[in-house]
């Protein structure tokens, strides 16, 4: 192997490595994958975006039959949920589209090596290697640009080890049954999905939250309309919460917390999960014998990626102060491919990364959160519209949320879009063409909406920041 010289090899088959890939196949380019686990698809196939979503549609499914009768629909009563079969179809999905890669790398010619990489050094010559190991022998890889996408792993609380009780998003997707009680130790994205999805299936949930607001990176009114319907749905919040102990008892685990007000708590469930962030996978790579200085084990790369290391670039959830989502490792990977390749390529820009949390209600957001544009010195004009007004959102009989814009008082420019509410993580595409379009909210409220859709929320939401909403 060592005789081929390949343009670019690529260090982690996730989302980021494997679209990397991908599209230095379609350039033309000379591509080698270097992945450890025996599948492609990293944490997002295999543990993370797919399995979660997929336990989502059917907690989704469940939701709505649990309520047949008020469909017109007699005689199914709330059914039961045989977790088994649920599981089933999630690895059949995860199976499937782990096959779908293998097919996607023989269509675009990439060389995927089975194995730990690991780097040797700097580039010598315009080539850098990598000696690749996978427990039966070693071997060295050669391009003239590698690129690294190792991804993230779950972070634990000190002390703790991850295992049937004390759950990461590894455990808790493979769980032999619906727990009756699960506590969660975490308010982003992952801890609320979980939330949201075993309280439909029936788990008693408690949310425990170190920082004064659930899914802290959104906009104010959405942590607080998160909390509004949670409570609502009957999931236990505790915010401005500090774990001091979490312990193994008879029946499950116990978490002991200091309560915003001081009180000491303690909350026992069959099972704990914690979801307090992810730590990026950068032990083990050889950083030592290049320019590379990670930061708290973050890469530090510039606007086309490159590390301090010439020929050497990091993409995915390794990257320093970008967002750890799948899309936006994707886009760098395809960045990356491009800049090598020597064609047209835009960096990302921070603000114009969707995120999305896919819990009942779900939240699509874009751009600056109201606080961030002030803080920012913008003047800022905002509008909200109820999904409540909504025509659409009445036939799917789903009205909790809104759609917040937040705009450039002087030029009309959108600068940012928070939605919490059906379809929302749908939805914000538009906005994130908006905002990459540099769209004002004058030309989005001339921009035909179809009727009856969840989208005229949006084009309401646009209409709302001069007041001029048509629903309400
Ligand atoms: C529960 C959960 C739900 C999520 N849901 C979403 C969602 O809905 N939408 C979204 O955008 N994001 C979501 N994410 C985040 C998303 O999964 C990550 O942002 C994404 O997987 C990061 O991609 P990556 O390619 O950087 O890393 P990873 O997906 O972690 O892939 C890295 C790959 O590198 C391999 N590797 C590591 N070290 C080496 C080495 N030295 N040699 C060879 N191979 C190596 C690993 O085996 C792995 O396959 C979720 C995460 C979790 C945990």
Redesign the pocket.
């Given at each position: 192997m060592a005789e081929t010289i390949y343009d670019v090899a690529i260090?982690?088959?996730?989302?980021?490595?494997y679209t990397a890939a991908i599209r230095a196949g379609q350039y033309g380019l000379k591509v080698a994958l270097?992945?450890?686990?025996e599948k492609l698809?990293?944490?997002?196939l295999h543990?993370?975006?797919i399995p979660?979503?997929s336990l989502l549609f059917n907690a989704e499914v469940y939701d709505y039959l649990k309520h047949a009768k008020e469909y017109g629909i007699d005689g199914l009563g709330e059914g039961r949920v045989n977790w088994k079969a649920v599981l089933e179809r999630k690895n059949q999905i995860v199976a499937k589209h782990a096959k779908g890669l293998e097919f996607l790398m023989r269509k675009n010619k990439v060389t995927v090596v089975q194995?730990?990489?690991?780097l040797t050094g700097p580039a010598k010559n315009g080539v850098v290697e990598v000696g690749v190991a996978d427990g039966k022998g070693a071997t060295i890889v050669q391009a003239k640009n590698i690129v690294l996408?190792?991804?993230?792993d779950?972070k634990l609380l000190p002390g703790l080890t991850a295992d049937d009780c004390i759950l990461t998003?590894t455990e808790i997707l493979s769980l032999e049954q619906v727990p009756k009680s699960l506590s969660i130790i975490g308010a982003g994205?992952?801890g609320v999905?979980f939330g949201s999805i075993f309280r439909s299936f029936g788990s008693e949930i408690s949310i425990i939250e170190f920082l004064p607001r659930i899914v802290p990176n959104e906009d104010e009114d959405i942590s607080k309309e998160l909390v509004r319907t949670f409570k609502k749905r009957g999931i236990d919040i505790n915010l401005g919460a500090k774990v001091e102990k979490v312990a193994k008892t008879r029946s499950g685990v116990k978490v002991t917390f200091i309560a915003s007000d001081g009180k000491k708590m303690e909350k026992e469930a069959e099972k704990v999960l914690v979801a307090v962030g992810?730590a990026p996978?950068t032990e083990?790579?050889g950083f030592e014998m290049t320019k590379i200085k990670p930061e708290r084990g973050f890469i530090k790369v510039d606007e086309w990626m490159r590390t301090e290391e010439p020929g050497i670039y990091a993409?995915?959830?390794?990257v320093a102060g970008m967002p750890?989502?799948?899309?936006t490792?994707a886009m760098a990977g395809m960045v990356v491919a491009a800049k090598i390749a020597g064609k047209y390529a835009r960096p990302i820009r921070r603000e114009r990364v969707p995120a999305?949390t896919?819990t009942e209600p779900q939240i699509g957001s874009v751009g600056l959160t109201e606080a961030l544009a002030k803080e920012r010195g913008y003047t800022v004009k905002v509008g909200k519209f109820p999904f409540s007004a909504n025509s659409k959102a009445s036939i799917v009989n789903s009205h909790e949320g809104f759609v917040k814009v937040v705009a450039d008082a002087k030029y009309g420019e959108v600068l940012g879009v928070h939605i919490i509410g059906p379809q929302a993580t749908e939805l914000i595409a538009q906005a994130v063409t908006a905002l990459e379009l540099e769209a004002t909210v004058e030309e989005m409220m001339f921009t035909i909406h179809a009727h009856p859709t969840l989208s005229e929320a949006m084009l309401d939401g646009f209409g709302s920041v001069e007041g001029m909403a048509i629903n309400v």
């Open positions: 260090l982690g088959g996730g989302p980021a490595g270097i992945e450890k686990s698809g990293g944490t997002c543990v993370g975006c979660t979503k194995g730990f990489g690991k996408a190792t991804g993230s779950a998003n994205a992952v999905e992810r996978r083990g790579i993409i995915g959830d390794i750890q989502l799948a899309h490792g999305c896919y």
